[in-house]
């Protein structure tokens, strides 16, 4: 994968654009889950949080693909310098599995409503409890590096480069 001295200002944008929409896919699910159910039941099912839920979720696929194809396309900035293989590495996995999770938890939950497949949408929300986790993981290692390590890595995030 190619080295990038920075962000470009589109990845910069769609980060944190995935992140509100993961936000406001987060606030819908209590409404899909409940439609969810209904709809289970036979009853009818209005729009509202739903239109909401689906179209959240259809942007972070999408735009998590576009992500994915500019980090490819464009790489990354480099790990600051010094640091332990093992930070690194769980740095690595945990990108990675971000960037499968806001490809996958989509992809499950449109096929578990529009398929009306039960299992996918189980999975689905396990998939979220995990991406939960990640994000968490993902801060926490922003944090560790602004704060503890104070090393810069945190100011790429901040604005473009």
Known sequence: MKQASGYTRVQFALHW??????????????????A???FGRGEEVGPGALL???VAGGAILALALARLYLRLRHGAPAAPEGGHPG???????THWSLY???IAMPAT???????????????????FNLLVALVALHV????LHHFVLK???LRRMRRAG
């Open 17 to 34: 654009i995935v992140l509100a929409l993961i936000v406001v896919s987060y606030g819908s699910g209590n409404a899909i889950a409940s």
């Open 36 to 38: 969810w159910r209904a």
């Open 52 to 54: 909401v839920h689906v």
């Open 87 to 93: 930070v690194k590495a769980v740095a690595a996995v």
């Open 100 to 102: 499968a999770l806001m």
């Open 109 to 127: 939950g449109l096929a578990a409503w529009f398929g009306g497949i039960r299992d996918l949408g189980d999975v689905h929300e396990a998939m």
């Open 140 to 143: 926490a290692g922003a944090m």
């Open 151 to 153: 090393d810069g890595l």
